[in-house]
């Protein structure tokens, strides 16, 4: 073996319902970058919120890729099992005075706000960050941020930046109804997994810098980052279960991961959805170009 470290990317669904083609995009986004790169490629079912979790989605959604023709390394990690991680993270941070206890509720903190945070809610005014109010029990835990900028630099979508005190404020690890929070989950879990590069849809650009933050207090690596465009219904909004994208068609493998790279701005030729997902593989394999990618954040498929 060389000393080159090892390149690992990841594929992360929530089991909140069957894979569609937003999630497809992402899965061959992340596929297509670590396997032609010489990469591992790692499965993870985020099934951490679980009052969010579908029966049998999980299964069907490790069915739907086998189908597709996708490969992963190891076995899957599933969040739920990852509770005493969370917690070794969690007191970690507390021993530090990194987190505090915070004994708002929702209604308190949408009353308190002086601003919006980046992904819509209230951004935290740091109500409990001095100490509890006497005679209350904190309902959850915060990550202490500050006003310093947290930057990276996106593959796809160039230099993003937050400044989280002003744009989210100390954000949540463990929440009042006493689970993890997704922040906690996959900041744990990408350095537990070693994954040096994350390509996701960038639906989850505004939680980077919460996750890199994280990562710091943690103290450890940060990954590479590549935003894909999100596909997008005509009003704009993600498709998703709630949007009512439909389930994947394991008889149109082919013709949907042709319509996959095609999103992703590759030119698969359209004779390619009459073969099977094998050949549809190999021909991604040897064409893949990563800069053929649209630098955009949100598209309306063909
Ligand atoms: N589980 C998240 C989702 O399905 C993705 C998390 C990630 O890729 O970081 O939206």
């Known amino acids: ?24 995009v992402a899965a061959v986004g992340s596929y297509l970058d670590a396997r032609t790169r010489g990469g591992e490629w790692l499965l993870r079912m985020e099934d951490v919120d679980t009052p969010r979790n579908v029966q049998g989605a999980a299964d069907g959604i490790l069915r739907t890729l086998a189908q597709f023709g996708f490969a992963w390394d190891g076995p899957v990690l599933y969040q739920s099992t990852r509770g005493e991680a969370y917690a070794a993270a ?17 209604k308190e903190i949408v009353d308190s706000a002086r601003r919006q945070a980046i992904d819509g809610g209230p951004a935290y005014p740091g109500t409990c960050r001095g100490g509890l109010p006497a005679g209350q029990a904190a309902r959850a835990w915060r990550l202490r941020v500050d006003e310093q900028p947290v ?7 160039g230099r993003i930046e937050q400044q989280l005190e002003r744009d989210v404020g100390d954000f949540v690890l463990l929440r009042a109804d006493g689970l993890y929070a997704y922040q906690l989950a996959v900041t744990v879990d990408d350095a537990f997994q070693g994954i040096s590069d994350v390509v996701r849809g960038a639906d989850l650009l505004a939680s980077t810098p919460r996750q890199i933050w994280l990562q710091r207090c943690l103290g450890v690596a940060t990954p590479h ?60 394999m040897a064409h893949w170009d990563f800069a053929a990618i649209p630098r955009r954040r949100s598209i309306v498929p063909a």
Not at 90 to 106: I, P
Not at 151 to 157: S, V
Request: include cysteine; aromatic fraction near 8%; proline fraction near 7%.
């Open 151 to 157: 930057a990276f630099e996106d593959r796809l979508q």
């Open 90 to 106: 969690l007191a970690d941070l507390r021993e530090r005075g990194r987190v505090f206890g915070c004994a708002c509720s929702r």
């Open 225 to 284: 980052y590549a935003h894909l465009p999100v596909a997008a219904n005509a009003a704009g909004e993600k498709l998703s279960k709630q949007t009512l994208a439909p389930a994947l068609d394991a008889a149109q493998a082919a013709a949907t991961l042709v319509a996959a790279l095609n999103f992703l701005g590759q030119g698969a030729p359209a004779a390619l959805c009459n073969a099977t997902p094998a050949e549809v593989w190999s021909w991604a």
């Open 1 to 24: 073996m060389s000393g080159v470290p090892l390149l690992r990317g990841r594929f992360a669904p929530s089991p909140t319902g069957p894979l569609h083609f937003g999630s497809l």
